[in-house]
């Protein structure tokens, strides 16, 4: 599978591990699935963190080697594509951030991890 990590997915892989279903741990270490990463979700954590909301390095590094070690083989550019889609999506969710990640899976066809029981009322595949 090609799965787009939600950003709290991929927070809880690096930092909080427990956090994670059986299931999300079993997809996170299936060398056969191709794990992403959003810019979107570096963007998120940077916000969180310049706004006193997260305790960690946030670095190029930070997310250079977590995300390596979690075998994350792209960082998903935001492409114009991904914004207009946005334009069509329902309100389902407030958060712009999560909004664009539904996008990015339509538009890539990516299935996405998360634990957000409001990313299923999107119609995208969702697991956790």
Known sequence: MRILLDTHALLWAIDDPPRLSGNAKQILTDEA???FVSVAS???IVLKKKAGKLALAAT??????????????EILPVQPAHVYRVNELPL???DPFDRLLVAQCQVEGLV???ADPM?????IQVVW
């Open 42 to 44: 570096l963007l998120e």
């Open 60 to 73: 190029a590094d930070y997310f250079q080697s977590n995300m390596s070690q979690l075998g994350v083989g």
């Open 112 to 114: 996405l991890l998360s």
């Open 33 to 35: 699935n191709q794990l």
């Open 92 to 94: 389902h969710h407030k």
């Open 119 to 123: 990313m299923k009322k999107y119609p």
